[in-house]
């Protein structure tokens, strides 16, 4: 067992519910099932103008079994 | 949702760990607005809000919940459940030398004797926690702080001994190394030990599925003692951090599962939640998504006057928010709100209500 620190980007969503969904999701896939989340935020946003979806980045320490 | 009987709103008051905080990032420097904003309130808060090291100030209006609790409960996971007292027990890291262990028990002793404290007992790690702090460099950096532990088994050994031993609520003391940060001491930037700490206490209180919080213990050589920055000043007066985590503990409200079925009507649950105030530019943590995303979601006021080192305002992540430019103003909207009163209405450029 160990925490392992975790950086990702996320495409925004339109709602703070797909968002939390969208987040959990990424999580998942990359834990796959190897871990937990143990804290996690969205620490920046990166806005595109036009081109290319804008998102969120997400740090979070994983507790790794 | 207001129940018949409740004469103040319920209120989540946030102010996210590590993140540099102009207010609530020290010393629980937050506390003097729970305390304002608990006059016409009911409060849910964190406590990093409210511990102050040696300083300390009970709340009967406020409930003091750990991050990754207050994250499930956001999430209608987990109930909160009043309580009159929790039965603590302290958890302290091995790692420390002869005299942090000198101080923090002093402190349980006399928590327990001059203040009451239902304190059962203490007890140590088998091994080191072994705290690593992240890309730490100095506090004036634009990063959140950040950091990861060794060893996690020691810390949830010790504390199931503890909850085998009859504890309900854990405070849990981890050896951290030493950290030189004027920045910091002088009240600016990053507190770099924050991140850490807060992820100690989401393992054992997810884990667990108890109220936990977490005081550092930090090796002192100093031979002098310097003036800080008054936000600061509460975790320098004494030996230890730990006086304000034991009496936030002493009454942190339990957690109970929203999938047991077995809730009291005094339950809180995340539905019950009226508003939340958050710093503007950091509303991108679990809870607040979580509480934003509810079909029938509380008013969330952003205040610009708690500038963090995000910026992660709530537009771009479709969180309505009614923004203020202070703390003050944030109490004077949950105060008209309480009265029925639309908080957005009290403003010079009051809007013409629409065609629909």
Redesign the interface.
């Known amino acids: 067992?160990?925490?392992?620190?975790v950086e990702m980007d996320i495409t925004?969503?339109?709602?703070?519910?797909?968002?939390?969904e969208a987040?959990e999701r990424a999580f998942q896939e990359r834990l796959d099932g190897q871990g937990?989340v143990?804290?996690?935020?969205?620490?920046?946003?990166n806005?595109n103008q036009g081109q290319g979806p804008?998102t969120?980045t997400?740090?979070a320490?994983m507790?790794m079994l | 949702m207001k129940k018949f009987s409740d004469p103040k709103p319920t209120v989540i008051f946030l102010v996210?760990t590590g993140?540099g905080a102009s207010i609530g990032g020290f010393a629980g420097d937050a506390l003097p607005f729970v305390r304002a904003l608990s006059q016409v309130a009911y409060v849910i808060t964190h406590p990093n809000v409210c511990n102050g090291g040696s300083l300390y100030w009970p709340l009967d209006d406020v409930l003091y919940v750990e991050?990754?609790g207050l994250d499930q409960f956001c999430a209608d996971r987990w109930a909160l459940r009043p309580v009159f007292q929790n039965r603590i027990g302290l958890l302290l890291d091995v790692a420390m030398d002869s005299i942090e262990r000198a101080h923090h028990l002093n402190v349980a002793q006399g928590a327990a004797a001059t203040l009451g404290l239902n304190i059962v007992g203490y007890g140590f790690t088998n091994r080191p926690v072994g705290v690593k702090l992240?890309d730490y460099g100095d506090s004036s950096s634009s990063n959140?702080s950040?950091?990861?532990?060794?060893d996690?088994?020691t810390l949830l050994e010790g504390a199931k001994r503890l909850v085998q031993a009859g504890a309900d609520a854990l405070a849990v003391v981890v050896h951290f190394p030493e950290v030189e940060d004027t920045a910091y001491e002088q009240g600016k930037g990053v507190d770099p030990i924050a991140g850490v700490e807060?992820?100690i206490s989401?393992?054992l209180v997810?884990t667990l599925g108890i109220p936990c919080a977490h005081a550092p213990s930090l090796s002192s050589t100093a031979t002098t003692v310097s003036e800080v920055h008054p936000r600061v000043c509460g975790e320098v007066i004494g030996h230890t951090f730990l006086p304000s985590v034991l009496v936030g503990l002493s009454r942190a409200p339990q957690f109970i599962p929203v999938s047991n079925g077995h809730l009291a009507p005094t339950d809180l649950r995340a539905q019950d939640v009226d508003l939340v105030i958050t710093p503007a530019h950091s509303c991108?943590?679990?809870g607040?998504?979580?509480l934003?995303?509810?079909s029938s979601a509380p008013l969330v006021l952003a205040v610009e006057e708690n500038e963090t080192v995000?910026?992660?305002?709530p537009e771009?992540?479709?969180?309505k928010a009614l923004r203020v430019a202070t703390y003050l103003e944030a109490i004077g909207a949950v105060a008209a709100f309480g009265a029925g009163v639309d908080p957005a209405r009290l403003r010079a450029d009051t809007d013409w209500v629409p065609l629909l």
Do not use: C, D, N
């Open positions: 067992m160990r925490t392992h620190f925004l969503a339109a709602t703070p519910a797909q968002l939390l987040v937990e143990l804290r996690w935020a969205i620490t920046a946003l806005i804008s969120a997400v740090q320490v507790l | 996210p993140v991050g990754y992240r959140p950040w950091g990861t532990i060794e996690p088994e807060a992820v989401h393992l997810k991108g943590g679990a607040i998504l979580a934003a995303g509810r995000l910026e992660v305002p771009p992540l479709g969180i």
